[in-house]
């Protein structure tokens, strides 16, 4: 009866599920229901087991949690900042360390030939004193009293010589055996510093762009500082270059617009007196006026009108006083250029001929040409002819303003002549 009802047990695994699906008839026996139960819950976690281990393809939730390069990039370089900022910090303090030990150690050894020079001059002063006490001695008392005294001074004065004597010896071994932990500490200390840049080094050179960073926000205030000193010292340009170190390894914003601020002050003040330079060099030479005008340009550009309008009044007063004399002297030799047939054109120590060339009356279809021209030199008008001809259709507009542009026109024979 069991052999038969066991033959009616059934299993169905289905391919497309990792369920087992066991049918038992109702005459089975119910105690082999929890190994069937068993075996379906196996077979299920087998199919799952499976089915993660052979799986390539990454899940939803992994694609998103993944960080992006820049994020990467962005974590290397705060670790390369914290490690860079580190060694500085320690290098620095190695430095610092060093340099008070070494003062200290420079403080005793003075102290110490101090010490031996002190012994050294009270034993070359015993004898001295030894001869006055005698000499008192001898003044003063007689007798027993004379030589047990004298007695006394001896020994006392042997006894001296000896405690100074051996003072003198153990200073001096201290001199000596400071001196040598002085050496011996210089290649100590010069190794540690040598140790510490060299690590340093090492990761800068892997993060440059971190490490000028660094760098420059370790030395901002150093820089800002150098930078107003260098202002008040006059030297414009260091101080500009210490100021942009500054604001790049971000000094105080405050303290930065401050420096920026009396360096532009200083810049005026510079533009100004050279400027104010320019205009009383040389304010009574020919083009001056001219010069000085486009000095005032530059100073209105600049901020410092202000600042030079009194020297460049001043000057140009000169400059049009030694003008209008110019004038005076140029004015007859145009007259008679003019009255040969030549328009004149008169600048500033200068005097243009311009001729016409051509048939027909002046200006009526004549071509134009320059002539020569007559430049003051010193106190004397020299003529000077162009190396290169210089013609035009029609008179320049400089000439055509000339006072001597309408002149009556003279006869081809008074031209000719």
């Known amino acids: 009866m069991n052999s038969t009802m066991l033959t009616k047990v059934t299993s169905v695994i289905v391919s497309e599920t990792p369920n087992l699906l066991v049918v038992a008839s109702e005459e089975g026996q119910k105690e082999n229901a929890q190994e069937f139960a068993a075996l379906e819950a196996s ?20 694609i998103a949690a993944a960080p992006t390069l820049e994020e990467i990039e962005n974590e290397i370089a705060a670790a390369a900042q914290q490690r860079i900022e580190g060694a500085l910090r320690e290098l620095n303090e190695t430095r610092a360390r060093i340099e008070r030990e070494g003062n200290a150690r420079d403080a005793a ?6 010490r031996v020079k002190k012994t ?15 000499r008192r001695a001898q003044t003063f008392l007689t007798g027993d009293a004379l030589k047990a005294t004298m007695e ?24 000596e055996e400071m001196q040598t932990e002085i050496q011996a500490a210089l290649i100590s200390d010069a190794l540690e510093l040598q140790f510490a840049a060299q690590s340093l080094e090492l990761l800068e ?50 303290k930065v617009a401050e420096v920026g601020q009396a360096l532009g002050e200083a810049r005026r003040n510079q533009t100004a007196r050279d400027l104010i330079t320019r205009i009383n060099a040389q304010a ?14 530059e100073a209105e550009a600049a901020g410092v009108a202000d600042r030079i309008a009194p020297y460049a009044k001043r ?30 054109v008169v600048g500033d120590g200068r005097i243009e001929a311009w001729k016409a060339i051509s048939s027909g009356s002046r200006g009526h279809g004549s071509s134009w ?28 507009e400089r000439a055509q303003h000339s006072r001597w542009s309408k002149h009556p026109p003279v006869s081809e024979a008074a031209a000719a002549n």
């Not at 001896?154 to 100074?164: D, I, K, M, T």
């Open 43 to 62: 077979v299920a976690f087998a199919t799952v087991k499976s089915a993660n281990e052979y799986s390539t393809e990454p899940s939803a939730c992994q």
């Open 109 to 114: 050894l003075r102290a110490a030939q101090d």
């Open 120 to 134: 050294h001059a009270e034993l070359d002063g015993l004898a001295g004193e030894r001869v006055e006490m005698e």
């Open 152 to 175: 006394k001074i001896h020994l006392a004065f042997n006894v001296r010589q000896l405690e100074l004597e051996d003072a003198l010896a153990l200073a001096g071994a201290d001199v």
């Open 205 to 254: 050179t892997a993060a440059p762009d971190v490490a000028t960073a660094v760098r420059l926000e370790a030395t901002a205030m150093e820089n800002l500082a150098a930078a107003a000193q260098a202002v008040k010292g006059g030297l414009l340009r260091d101080a500009e270059v210490l100021l942009e170190q500054a604001k790049a390894g971000n000094a105080d914003p405050a």
């Open 284 to 297: 009574d030479q020919i083009g001056a006026v001219r010069r000085i005008k486009k000095l005032l340009d």
């Open 315 to 344: 000057a140009l007063q000169v400059a049009r006083e030694g003008a209008n004399a110019r004038f005076a002297q140029a004015r007859p030799i145009a007259d008679h250029l003019a009255s040969e047939g030549f328009v004149p």
């Open 369 to 396: 040409t320059l002539d020569r021209v007559i430049v003051l030199r010193g106190q004397a008008w020299a003529v000077e002819t162009p190396r290169v001809p210089i013609t035009r259709k029609e008179l320049p």
